[in-house]
């Protein structure tokens, strides 16, 4: 069974400060990774899956298969990026990710 | 993409009673998912819902608490069966749209969410 692993549930930083929202799964084949946000008041959201491979609102995430881990960053941290940020595993084409319990980004001005 | 709409947003409600969650989606899907989201802990997927076939449960979770109705694409519905505090929650309303223009392969389009309130 696959598992999805965020440390940190709650992570404050600085406006303009780099910001690292830490992954990591567990899972035997090829996963299909992504990261959903939710902003204030609003739902739920696709933000980036791995396999675009590009950069949405500022944020990237590499997976490393290694260490198994798929970490979002964003060099320069702005205000309106607080929110609930989710990492999810689909395992097998089967379109039913499985998601770790969120971190909650807070971007202090 | 797929625009989700779920009913009831939020309601407060006595223990023992039952509430039935609507979600209504603007196109045709073949998957719908029906996920409970809990403060500090992770969003967890209640059951898979398809058309013209009994919903699919998650460990954990069963149809006499949770009877699920799928009677066409655009429409589902979940209730909450005598429910405790425990209950208390939000649930989400997902579906999973073909791949097309603007929408990745896999991509999950949620409702806005049903806040519960047990007391």
């Known amino acids: 069974a696959q598992r999805v692993t965020q440390p940190e549930k709650l992570l404050s930083v600085f406006k303009g400060a780099p910001v690292e929202l830490k992954c990591n799964y567990s899972?035997?084949?090829?996963?299909?990774l992504f990261w959903y946000v939710q902003y204030s008041r609003q739902r739920l959201q696709l933000l980036l899956r791995h396999i675009s491979r590009e950069s949405i609102k500022g944020f990237t995430a590499d997976l490393n298969k290694g260490e198994t881990s798929f970490h979002l960053k964003k060099p320069f941290a702005q205000e309106e990026d607080s929110a609930m940020y989710y990492c999810a595993l689909e395992a097998g084409g089967s379109y039913i990710p499985t998601f770790g319990r969120g971190t909650s980004l807070i971007v202090h001005p | 993409s797929a625009v989700i709409s779920q009913k009831p947003s939020r309601d407060i409600c006595q223990r023992g009673t039952s509430l039935t969650i609507q979600c209504q989606v603007d196109s045709q899907v073949t998957m719908m998912f029906w996920y409970r989201q809990q403060p500090g802990q992770s969003l967890t997927l209640i059951a898979t819902a398809n058309q013209g076939s009994e919903a699919t449960y998650e460990s954990g979770f069963v149809i006499d608490k949770f009877p699920i109705s799928r009677p066409n694409l655009t429409f589902s519905t979940l209730t909450v069966s005598n429910m405790s505090p425990e209950d208390s929650s939000i649930y989400l309303c997902?579906?999973?749209?073909?791949?097309?223009?603007?929408?990745?392969?896999?991509?999950?389009?949620f409702g806005e969410g049903s806040r519960l309130t047990v007391l």
């Open positions: 997902s579906v999973v749209v073909p791949p097309g223009l603007g929408v990745m392969a896999g991509e999950l389009f």
């Open positions: 899972y035997s084949g090829s996963p299909e």
